[in-house]
């Protein structure tokens, strides 16, 4: 049984950093997809990085590409989201997935019903 624990979530000013960790424990997940999601009051949840494809190349949405990097260990046993040039908007519950399929399809792997399992978030506030 796959469980995931996020944590470094926390309190940022705009412009700020934070670096978002995701251990895996009672199974590794070198052959599962990986993804974060982030999901803000009164919004759906919304895929902000993933990685599906065998050739580990990572994919993101145009709200984040160029500020967010989704990354791995060696042995994939904790996945990692590092977010630069934080904005407002980005303000939400952050929570990571792994699901058993891969795909080429990497837009995909920004919907949320491609994941089995989920962890528990962790709450990222941007504000001055």
């Known amino acids: 049984q796959v469980q995931l624990v996020e944590s470094g979530g926390g309190l940022v000013q705009p412009g700020g950093s934070l670096r978002l960790s995701c251990a895996a424990t009672?199974?590794?997940?070198?052959?599962?997809?990986v993804a974060w999601f982030r999901q803000a009051p009164g919004k759906d949840r919304e895929g902000v990085s993933c990685i599906v494809n065998t050739d580990g190349k990572p994919y993101y949405p145009d709200s984040v590409k160029g500020r967010f990097t989704i990354s791995t260990d060696s042995a994939k046993k904790t996945v990692y989201l590092q977010m630069n040039n934080l904005k407002p908007e980005d303000t939400a519950v952050y929570y990571c997935a792994a699901g058993v399929t891969l795909t080429t399809n990497q837009p995909v792997g920004l919907m949320k019903g491609f994941y089995n399992y989920w962890g528990q978030g962790t709450q990222v506030t941007v504000s001055s």
């Open positions: 009672g199974a590794t997940l070198e052959n599962y997809a």
